[in-house]
């Protein structure tokens, strides 16, 4: 008896025997019980018996298990049985390929792209390359997939494939688009470009899903740019030292070493721009095998690639009309960069219409979205055009709310929490208030909003809990730092009459006097006894303070400033004169004085690993450059 049972389409299509046979055959337990060894076998990779069904039962191929709801090709490729796959594939039909499961209406094929199992891949479509434009359950081509599950090597396989299918240019370009747009997310560019070179208008077609299009989806993705990313004062000067230029083959990505060793091929050269010589040479020749500089020349090249990418999406947009430009939300997606903080995007983009910043009233949505961000560098753009203060007095008629108004809003937690210290974060929205207030007409800071309540009002009645949060800590750090400061001084100041080695019975002078070690204790004692004092008293002053919102602008931060660093310098001080004590009473007994100046040491390096960060983001967010640029030009022109 032979019969076929064809899934297709989740359709089912039975030919051989008639009907009725067929039927019966689904429902023999026997028969059932025969078909779950079949795929169990085919599971185990067990192609002798696999072989041997399929002789007796050529429409086994076609057959959907009861168990797996998929047939023996897509279990084969889930349980990644090579061999099986391929004599299977041998056996199926082209038309066979194209069989999906009855899960997420998915073939064997695209099974085997989220695996990202190549090999599986191309004996599949060197026999039916329509599996390439076949889509699953959500309309997604296999492409996509791969892209989407991170199979990068797999997707790159695919694409020149995809590409002669003429699939991803279809449709008014859904599917190119919604690969270019995945391929961004990844940070795929080679794949993006050399769509833009084939299709540029792709950069302003809608995808299949949610109908946006990848200028759009650009704007969110902060991390693509340099505006977007935290780097710490080492990581930005590496950074300066990386000179990472835009590869000319993307498939080929080179680093060029300038004054370095011949690297193995296989190796990536950069191009450092060191002019010091000695070490620095030694450095830049073996500058891939230093810790992190590897990410942050990626994190280079995936910038310069961004901007890249940008600059192509702003010379479609500049062919662009008025109703393209409102289709493709290209003013949304302005709004959305200058949340996320992207002051390339929102330049260059407004650079291609200029004309969308001679609004007034769109310049003042794109600044206010700044502000209650808390985007320092977009929102200092204002300060490039002519009609700032025309801005500033723009009122948004559904509240009423000024800029000024908007700045009142506390932050979004976001935000605040990059900032060490509630202290320090009501520093900085003062700062804001401070900075928005300076562009605000006179008149217009004295505006009430819909609600009665003029600017300073609302920051007042907003920033009630931050301020008693920032009281709090200040003085619970104040009173902690006060109990140490103590302690030292009441150390040092015993120590100053308690010298090492005792005093000469007739003079009454010290013993050691004549001592270097003697005259670095004296020293080290009265350097610590008077920084102790001063930080005592600072921050004795901290705790008696008013606490008011202006207080927190200058006054507190500087006054811990002082406190924290003298605090830091008694702390030294005292274990400088411990260490010299140790080192004139046991000055020919290394093995003792070595050790304990290691030990004391201690201390040390645990009050700059935990309170010295504190203390240099205190001073920098104090006396250091201001987050805000007053002195940019016309950046429209």
Known sequence: MQFHILNLERKTIVDGEDFAKSNKFLKNDEYTQEYNRFFNNV???????????????????????????????????????????????????????????????????????????????????????????????????PIVIAVITGQKLMARYLYPLTVEQEVLFSDNGMYGATL??????????????????????????????????????????????????????????????????????????????????????????????FVWSGLLQWMASNFLKLPGINHIYELKLVHIQS???????????????????????????????????IIEYVTNITKAIPKTMWHANFAHIIIESAIRNREAKVFSLI?????????????????????????????????????????????????????VEAITPQGTQMLFNKDRKRPREVFTENHKDLMIAGETWMKNTSSACTVVGALIFTIMFTAAFTLPGGQKQDTGFPMFLDKKLFNLFIISDAISLFSSTTSVLTFLGILTSRYAEEDFLTSLPKKMVLGLSTLFISIAAMMTAFCAVIALLFQSQLWIVVPTILLASIPVILFVGLQFPLLVEIFISTYGRSIFDRNVGNWLA
């Not at 990418?309 to 289709?327: F, S």
């Open 383 to 435: 300060h490039g055009l002519d009609d700032k203060q025309a801005i500033a007095n723009i009122i948004n008629y559904s509240n009423h709310d000024t800029l000024l108004h908007v700045t009142g809003y506390i932050a979004n937690s976001r935000k605040l929490n990059l900032i060490a210290g509630v202290a320090l974060q009501m520093q900085r929205e003062m700062q804001w208030y401070k900075e």
């Open 43 to 141: 599971g185990k990779g067990n192609w002798t018996a696999t072989q041997e069904f399929i002789r007796l039962h050529p429409g086994a191929l076609r057959v959907t298990s009861p168990t797996f709801n998929r047939t023996a090709l897509h279990v084969a490729v889930i349980f990644g049985q090579m061999r099986i796959v391929k004599k299977l594939v041998n056996l199926m039909t082209p038309q066979d390929l194209e069989i999906k499961d009855n899960t997420q209406d998915e073939t064997a094929f695209q099974i085997a792209v989220k695996k990202g199992n190549i090999s599986m891949a191309k004996c599949m479509v060197e026999k039916n390359r329509n599996l390439l434009s076949i889509t699953n359950s959500a309309k997604t081509i």
């Open 307 to 341: 901007i890249e990418l940008l600059n192509r999406m702003c010379k479609v947009i500049e062919i662009l009309d008025e109703n393209q430009i409102e289709d493709a939300g290209i003013r949304g997606a302005l709004v959305v960069a200058a949340s996320q903080g």
């Open 180 to 273: 270019m747009i995945q391929c961004i997310y990844i940070k795929m560019f080679d794949i993006v470009f050399d769509l833009t070179k084939r299709e540029p208008l792709l950069l302003i077609s809608k995808n299949q899903t949610t109908f946006s299009v990848p200028v759009a989806h650009l704007a969110c993705l902060s991390a693509l740019f340099l505006s977007g990313c935290q780097l710490k004062f080492w990581q930005q000067w590496i950074y300066n030292c990386i000179h990472a230029q835009f590869p000319q083959a993307i498939n080929d990505v080179r680093l060029n070493i300038q004054n370095a060793e011949d690297n193995a091929s296989n190796k990536r050269n950069i191009t450092i721009r």
